[in-house]
Every structure is written in C-alpha cells, then in structure tokens.
C-alpha cells in the first residue's frame, strides 16, 4: 500500500542519506535483488521503506533488510557463547542486572545499551571454547578444577546470579563460580515463538529473535521472547530477517543424495553448524540458521506447493586458513531444473541472498560445487533458509 511522502524536507533530502539499507522482498526475485533506501520506522509488524526517490511505502511482503554501513568488526573473540532455545545466538559475557536478575554483556557494545536483560528458561547452551550439550534428561555442567582438568557435573541448573552458576549435582547444590565455569547445556523447554518475531542480526555477531517495537534513526527498540525491553543503537545492525508467515527449512528432513565420501571424515551436511563444526560464518559475520556442506553436495527437500524460497549463501570463513580455498557454486534447482544460482563465491565475501520464485510444487535442490572442480578447500554455507508458501487464490 502506497503512502503519500512523509514531508516536503524528507522528498527533499539527498540521494545518498536514503540509502543506509537493501531491502529484499518477495515480489522481486532474484540474486541481489534488492532496492535501496531506508527504514524511517515500523509499523504493525513491517517497516516504512523510503526509497532513493523519496516515495515511500509500507512494505508488508518484506524479507529481508540489511544495513552495510554495520559491517562486521574485527573485534577478539567473546570470551562467551550462548545459544537460546529459539535458535538465538549471542556472544558476550554472563553478568547480572542492577537488580540481581540475569544478564548477558552483548559483545562489542558499551554498558548503557549492551546489556540483554535474560530469562534463563531460554537457556540451551553457554561456554568458551566448546559448548556443552544436555545429556538425556539431565544438564551438564563443565567446570575447571584448580589443576586445570575439566569437572564434568551431571544434574540440573538451578539458577544464574552475579558469582556464577547455582548448579544441583550428584553431591547435592553448588554455586560455581564464573572464573571455575567453562560451560552448561540445558534441555531446552518447549516455548513459544512471538507472532511478529524478527531476527535482529548485530555488528558483532550476535543474533536474537524479537518483536520490532519502533525504528528510527537512533534506536532499534524490542520486546524479547521472554516480555522484557530492549533497545540498541541503529548502527550495530547488520540485518533484519522476517520469521512470522515464513516456514524455516533449515530442520526439515532434507534428503543427500550427493556428498563427499570419506573414510576418515563424515561430509554430512551439518544442521546450525560450518561442515566441520563450529558457528556458521561467513565474511565475519555468524548465522544462527543454516547448514554447513562440503562440495560437492546436493540437498533435497519435496514442496507440495509453489511459492518463494529465500536463502543467503557463502563461504565458509575457515577455508581462509587452507592452502587452497576455491571458490563456490551454489544453485537452485526444482526438478532439476537451475531456479537460480550464484556463480562464483570467494572466500571473505560477503553472504550473497536470493529470492528465488517458485513456480510449482516438485522437489527443490540446492547444489554446491566447486568452480575449479577440485576435492578440496570447498567448505559453503547455505545460511537462513525459509520458504513462504503461495496462498490460494
């Protein structure tokens, strides 16, 4: 739905304070194919796109924004990690609020803002080095003895305060504290997603799902799954991805008739996970969603209705490191037939998204090679996958 300007000085601005972000929407496919401009706030779930010309629109088939000007940092590495049972992933470090509730230092902002206010019923995992994983029916807990072995503690995670971890074990409870703790995962709790939840992807490489209470041009303000409020500066986002009326296919049952074969190494295409573990990263930045392959491979997943399927693409980050890294072909296929394709993706690139139309129910492939057609140094990422289904008319 079309809206008349927002004023005579906004129609008036220059070209290039109209163009901080891209939008991708379902009405245009393609790869890249996204419009240039600005958010100048949000409106019942979708954002009031300003274009380069000064016309505006509420765009209510949105898919994705992104926000170049917030290009990863290079910052050390967050001396914590922490995974939420809605797929959120933060990095930072545990600390508490001024009221002794749980919080988590965002990595790379300041005290004012960066604190995440945190219910720890959406607690899966957190760590250093590794992340630990629930047993069954039981928590884990890591901890470090004074000789520098790890303490491996079986039970149940009790709470979180500003000393450490009030952890319930086989010798009863004990508080560890966060200098001892290397890493907890917890069973996750069935919880709810909010109806309007968007993926608010920051500078640091942080991601969280929220509900997008107002933008403008100093603040992103929202409400977290778990009801509190938080806001951070507009310059620390990276991309907002729409969740609410989208089907994530990145826990579907994919089919894999086409991988690498190893005796020594399993090229599984790997859930949430770069191929041989580790976050998902491409060009600095972390994806919470996603699978990780080596090429070549090709995944298969059946659609029983047409529609628009939306996907970033990338290399891995780690392949920097290889003596070889090659490039990558990624493609789209239904029934064989090439959807479309990025055709060539180096190493440090920034992720590249597609629209991509379509047009029947059949069965969708996505296909990564190599464009050397070599065997090695070909690790690629296939990042935020969703599909929103064509309605009936």
């Known amino acids: 739905m079309m809206i008349p300007l927002l004023s005579a000085l906004l129609a008036g601005l220059a070209q290039a ?6 939008l ?18 949000w409106e019942a779930g979708a954002p009031l796109w300003v274009a380069a010309d000064g016309s505006s629109e509420v765009v209510e088939d949105w898919l994705s924004l992104e926000f170049p000007q917030a290009a990863p940092a290079k910052l050390p590495q967050a001396a914590w990690q922490m995974v939420l049972a809605d797929g959120g992933m933060l990095q930072g470090m545990p600390t508490a609020l001024a009221d002794g509730k749980p919080g988590f230092q965002i990595h790379g902002l300041g005290l004012g803002t960066g604190v995440l206010p945190l219910d720890t019923l959406w607690l899966v995992r957190l760590g250093r080095q590794r992340l630990p994983e629930a047993e069954q029916e ?44 290397s890493g907890v995962g917890l069973i996750p709790e069935p919880l709810p997603m909010p109806e309007q939840a968007v993926w608010v992807e920051l ?39 729409r969740r609410a009326g989208l089907t994530p ?9 086409e991988k690498p074969e190893s005796a020594a190494m399993n090229w599984q295409p790997k859930v949430g996970r770069a191929v041989e573990g580790g976050f998902l990263q491409v060009a600095q930045q972390r994806f919470a969603e996603g699978f990780g392959v080596r090429a070549p491979t090709t995944m298969q997943l059946g659609l029983s209705r047409p529609g628009v399927f939306f996907v970033s693409v990338g290399v ?21 037939q090439v959807l ?40 690629g990422n296939w990042l935020d996958m969703q599909f929103l289904a064509k309605t009936a008319e």
């Open 24 to 41: 991708f929407r379902a009405e245009r496919p393609g790869v890249d194919a996204a419009a240039v401009g600005t958010v100048q706030s």
């Open 17 to 22: 304070d109209l163009a901080d972000a891209r």
């Open 203 to 241: 500078r640091h490489g942080s991601t969280i799902s929220a509900e997008v209470l107002s933008l403008d041009q100093e603040f992103l303000r929202m409400r977290l799954p778990w009801g509190a409020h938080w806001q951070v500066p507009r310059e620390e986002l990276v991309r907002l991805r």
């Open 316 to 336: 891995d980050d780690r392949v920097q490191h290889f003596y070889r890294p090659q490039p990558l072909r990624f493609e789209v296929l239904l029934d064989g």
């Open 340 to 379: 479309a394709e990025v055709p060539r993706q180096e190493v440090g690139e920034a992720a590249r998204s597609m629209v991509v139309a379509v047009p029947g129910a059949g069965e969708l492939s996505l296909r990564v090679s190599g464009v050397k057609g070599l065997s090695f140094g070909g690790h």
């Open 138 to 181: 039981q928590d884990v807990l890591w901890a470090v003895t004074p000789k520098g072995d790890r303490d491996v503690q079986r039970g149940y995670f009790l709470e979180w305060t500003q000393e450490g971890v009030l952890f319930e074990g086989p010798g009863g409870d004990r508080l560890f504290s966060w200098e001892d703790l």
């Open 249 to 257: 296919l990145h826990d579907a049952l994919w089919a894999v008739p």
